[in-house]
């Protein structure tokens, strides 16, 4: 479903300053209206989906406009800039390389991508052994089905080409990202394909039986023989309710695709890097998947994505067989570099883990004040999903969740547009620098929007 255009038409709201938030114009602001109106005219509808504010420049925690306002960024653009806006570290990262005259490099090697390779590689579990970088999360879902897939023709077992993914789940917008997504709206446009099917999501509100027999049954439900299934993927957490995996339905599912010869693929594109308050959101479950799609996180803010996988996946392909033209940008990689010393300097992993509870707490109060419009809460280190639905059901709500962003942005508090089913979840991910203070402020703010609902 497509989510509601935010109105442009300036509203007098009431004035705010503090540390991490400043209002004081109309939002949106008059003199940007023009600017958005020509995005309007000029690109697809579908990039109109934001609320109406002109970012301008970052820091920390908080982003600008030039107009004067600062927002405490619960967005992080969308799970992106960890680390915060305007790091110091990353700018160095980018100036630098751009200041030597290398802002590109096709596959050749660059001192970038070696220190980044070596470093993401030094971080990872056996057997996860070798890592691609390439560019969106996309292209990294889309890379692990094509390894599966082509390990099963490998095998000789041309059949053998099923990928198993979840309901709701979302691995991109391409059409194979599209087609192992979870939303049959969103792929209407891809057409069929009996090769990928999809099982209920164990988060205990659309799913309530999160056992992993439920797995079994639906795959058994739908005709589908375990063999013929050369791939699981799913996202660790399922960006649409913050709901990770239990541990023990990880625990099976890896014995199973071990029984089955399946791959297991984790989407980390949300959940790595430390969004969980582990490094990986796999740590949770403690096993370790064959193949890791990450991205956003993984540099903060510049395009940048990674395939992380075993020695004999990874090997399957030839020199130049699996590559793409921007495949390790020395510029981004030297970003993504900065990006994850300071995300181990700074201890960021551990302040996600341990700014879970005040995140969940706040969500929870928020959801106390709403009346009952928000029917579902969930999260894990620091990332929430509130979910807006119909009274006693699971049908989506989407018009309070759209209310409420509109009101957070007008008091100083930068979510994204709703996502999720039917549009009706909304998401708080701050950058994971964010403090105590801040993260108390901004839920504060949105407990008072609650309430006036
Ligand atoms: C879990 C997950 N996988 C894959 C993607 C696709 O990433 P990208 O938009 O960089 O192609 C996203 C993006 O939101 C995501 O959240």
Redesign the pocket.
Known sequence: MASKEFSLTPVTVEPVETKYRKICTQIPVPESVPMMKKLRDLEPRSMGGQPPVVWHSGSDCTVSDAYGNKWLDFSAG?LVTSVGHGRPEIVKAITDLANQGMYHSYCFPTEARIKLVEKITSMLPAPLARVFLVT????A?ECCIKLARTKSLRAGKPNKKIIVTFEND????TLG?QLAGGSPGLKDWAGESADFVQVPFPDGFRQADTSFDVFEKSLADQGINPDDVCGVMG?TYQ?CNATLFPAAYGQALRKWCDKHEAVLIF?E??AGFGRTGKLFGFMHFGIVPDLV?C??GISGGMPL?AVLGTEELMSMYGPGEMTSTHSANPICSAAAMANIEVIEKENLVENAAKLEAVLLEGAKKIQAASGGKITHVAGTGLVVAMQFTKPGTCDPNPEFAHTMVEKAIQKGVMLFAPVGVGGCAIKINPPLTISEEALREGLGVLEEIAAEL
């Open positions: 969308v969106t999360g996309s292209e879902t979302f691995h991109g917008r990202a996202e960006g989407d594109v949300q799609a991205g956003k994505s």
